[in-house]
């Protein structure tokens, strides 16, 4: 008997009767339209990544064709004159449980705390400024619907407390609308002082605060493994270049600049970005739609680009990478996974497991996969996505591609 075996590292995708092969291994894809070859493997292919093949079938030259297209590439090999079956293991993903509470339920070791790697702590209000509310659903910012009131200390320790030694805890955000004048920001720096090694606390300012708390800053750079993030305008970048290094080491200091539209991109070019690290952060600021259609979306030419591994294509396939482990407190103690759905608690009255255990049940955000969303379900590169982002989450809209 002859067996057509398709490498374990490549991962075989069939919809809508067009079949895809993404070879993990050197991130050689292969799309194949032909409905006799998709009919082969949507009947014969096992969970093996192998199926017996008629000597009838190797007949055709569009099957030996396409045989010899597999082997040149490294997709896979045609196996001759076997008496049994081959057999080789596919791999597993290694996530602790999955989005489903019978699994958690059922398994008395399970410790949703393992799977915690960032919380963001917003330690009072911002500016009631509309700017900086749709930003925090984008990213980490300044939250500034809720105005003015501090974090309520004593319920953030306890609801903190099983959390800051867990090891895979790898970062802790502090936001707020001036976290340098939080009144208890001594106690939340000695809370913090048994904190992993390795987890990095990262301090977001608006640059204007630094220059006008000069003196209180100089209270947190005793924080192990710190950095301070701003978000700016491109526009102010130059300035504020020059003037925060005398209050800060440049060295802990990162810049976010916020990237609107073309202008912004093509003043940002100009200017020299080389003094401090910057990212650049596209806003979505519910008129500038087209600016992402042309900057942001994914196109033919990114699908092509992308190779990612083995483990990266069975995370997309079962976690949301951007989200997973990811919880965000609000300065009135609302707890999230993602602002942009439901609230999970408050740490008021909850406590951290079962926090993590209703994300676990409700899965919107630690496991929104596009294998989740219309019409990414329907898409041949689901797994090949990067995904689901807070922009989509933002605009309800699932596919910001030019793929149809
Ligand atoms: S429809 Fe969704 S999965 Fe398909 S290419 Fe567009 S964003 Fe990616």
Known sequence: MKYFVIDPTVFVEIKNGKMLLYNSYNGEKLLVNDQQIVNLFINGLNKMNIFPIENEVLETDKIRDFIIEIEKNDFGYLLSNN????????????????NDQ????????????????????????????KQFSNLSKQINCIHSELITDNLNFNQLSKFLLPIINVKSLFKINLL??????????????????????????????????????????????????????FYLNPHLYKEFAEILPKYLPSSLMEYNLIIESEDDLTFFDSIENNLIKSNLIPLFNGLNFDFFEKNVF??????????????????????????FGKLVVLHNGDIYANLNKKMLGNIES???????????????????????????????????????????????????????
Request: charged share 15%.
């Open 83 to 98: 008496k049994t079956l081959p057999i080789q293991f596919a791999p597993l993903i290694n996530i602790q449980t999955e």
């Open 102 to 129: 019978e699994i958690i339920t059922k398994d008395n070791s399970f410790n949703p705390l393992i799977d915690i790697r960032e919380i963001s702590i917003h330690l009072n209000g911002g500016p009631d400024n």
């Open 176 to 229: 707020g609308g001036n976290v340098l004048t939080y009144p208890y920001l001594e106690e939340v720096k000695v809370l913090l002082l048994s904190i992993h090694q390795s987890t990095q606390i990262c301090v977001y300012l608006l640059p204007h605060i630094v220059i006008n708390n000069a003196v209180n800053i100089k209270e947190i750079l005793d924080f192990q493994n710190l950095k301070f993030i």
């Open 298 to 323: 994914t196109d033919f030419d990114d699908i092509k680009a992308i190779s990612i591994s083995q483990n990266e294509v069975y995370q997309n396939k079962n976690i949301n990478s951007y989200n």
């Open 350 to 404: 909850s406590y951290a497991p079962e926090i993590i255990l209703n994300e676990y049940k409700i899965g919107e955000s630690w496991f929104l996969t596009r294998l989740k969303v219309s019409p990414c379900k329907n898409c041949i590169y689901n797994f090949l996505c990067p995904p689901v982002s807070n922009y989509e989450l933002l605009m309800n809209k699932f596919n910001l591609c030019h793929i149809s």
